[in-house]
Each structure stands twice: as C-alpha cells, then as structure tokens.
C-alpha cells in the first residue's frame, strides 16, 4: 500500500472537458509534486508546493491549475487541453523543508486528451 | 543548475548475473542527496537506495549497491544475482537543501531468462 494516493489511474478526456486529478498523501510530508511523464522523455517538474505554497512553476501551461487545500492534498485542475498533454502525471510528497530528502511518488494518472 | 545524467538507455543482464548502472551529476554542492528511483510496469516510482554525500560510505540494500565516488561526480548502481522483478526504468536522481529532486533520463533495464 502506497502512502501516496491519486486518483482517477486512468482519465481520457475531450479538449473542451474540465477535468481535476487527486493527490493524497498520508506520511506527514510538507512538500508536494506535480511531475508529467511523456514516452521517451525525462521527467518533467510541473509545480512544487512546500507548506500549502507554490514554490515552483516550471513554465506549465495555464491550461494546468494547481491547488493544494492542506499539506495532505494536492490537485491538479485540467481543461481545453491538448493532445499533446496526454502523458502519465505522476504525485510526489516528501517531508519538505530545509533537509528535504526522498520524495515518494503514487501510481500516476494516465491521461489520454482526444 | 544541477544536472543527472544516465548515459545508458538501455541495459540488459542474465538473470542470476550483476549488472551496473550508470549515472553522473554535476552541482556545486558539497551536502546533496542521491537517489535510485524503480519504475516498474506498474508506474509506481520506487526507492530503490539513498546516498548522503557526507557519507564516505558506499549505501547497500540487501541485493542492490551504489558506488558513489564524489570527486568524480559519478554514482553506479549495481545490481547482484539479477531476478526477473528487477526489470523496470530506473531513475538516477539528485537533491539538494530544500529543493525538489532531480532526475536522469533513465535507463531501461531488461532481464533475460
């Protein structure tokens, strides 16, 4: 059993749908991570929150909206995407702050955009 | 800004053998953290082993091992008595301080019966 949980595994969803994916985490951690993960790509750093504030927004489309309600939850709200998107999005958590060490990850979401 | 970088696509190994992997970073840091992320078929990232770069000592968890040589920036994996569940993408990474991990590309390890 994973102390990080997301939701929906798997999501195909139309360009002109709003759609959200669920992030839960369950370890203590303060520090939270959207990565996407296309075939034959590195991992890509979307978004890092540390103590329920942004930190980090790597250049993401503001087709993908972030919101993090406590340090236990993370969202990550979709729409008018594009085909392109589609790729596997994978939560991170880690314990955050000035020692921060291993992120542990949940199963990802596949997102297929049509 | 640091840099993971895993030079090998793809590797494959006998089972029952040992197998290496290879990774190299570049900070100007001297405290950092180094990871080995496992991604099965399943999708789920894994920790595998961590290093802290303080530690002169190379990390070892039961069949799995670092060679971690930090004047050289370099940091193998090395995997013994190979099994079939040891087949996935593994993923160097690196972190610093408060930041956020940073990956290599990784590499695809394929078991052969």
């Known amino acids: 059993e994973t102390g990080v949980t997301q939701t929906p595994r798997h999501l195909v969803m139309g360009m002109t749908n709003k759609k959200s994916l669920k992030c839960e985490q369950h370890?203590?951690?303060?520090?939270m991570y959207w990565y996407k993960q296309s075939a034959k790509k590195p991992l890509e750093l979307m978004f890092v929150y540390n103590f329920k504030e942004q930190t980090e927004n790597n250049s993401v489309p503001s087709r993908f909206s972030p919101e993090c309600p406590n340090s236990s939850h993370l969202f990550l709200h979709l729409h008018t995407l594009q085909p392109e998107d589609s790729a596997l999005y994978l939560c991170?958590?880690?314990?955050?702050?000035?020692?921060?060490?291993?992120?542990?990850f949940g199963q990802g979401t596949r997102l297929t955009v049509v | 800004a640091q840099t993971v970088t895993q030079s090998q696509p793809e590797m494959s190994v006998q089972e029952a053998e040992t197998v290496t992997l290879s990774c190299t970073y570049d900070t100007s840091e001297s405290d950092y953290y180094l990871f080995w992320y496992k991604q099965p078929p399943s999708r789920q990232m894994i920790l595998v082993i961590r290093q802290e770069a303080y530690k002169q000592q190379n990390a070892t968890e039961n069949r799995f091992s670092v060679n971690f040589q930090k004047a050289a920036k370099s940091f193998s994996l090395k995997i013994s008595d190979s099994q079939l569940g040891d087949a996935a993408m593994y993923f160097c990474a690196y972190s610093f301080g408060n930041e956020k991990l940073t990956f290599g590309t990784g590499t695809r390890l394929t078991i052969i019966p």
């Open positions: 370890l203590g951690h303060n520090a």
């Open positions: 991170a958590s880690s314990p955050g702050g000035l020692k921060n060490t291993e992120a542990f």
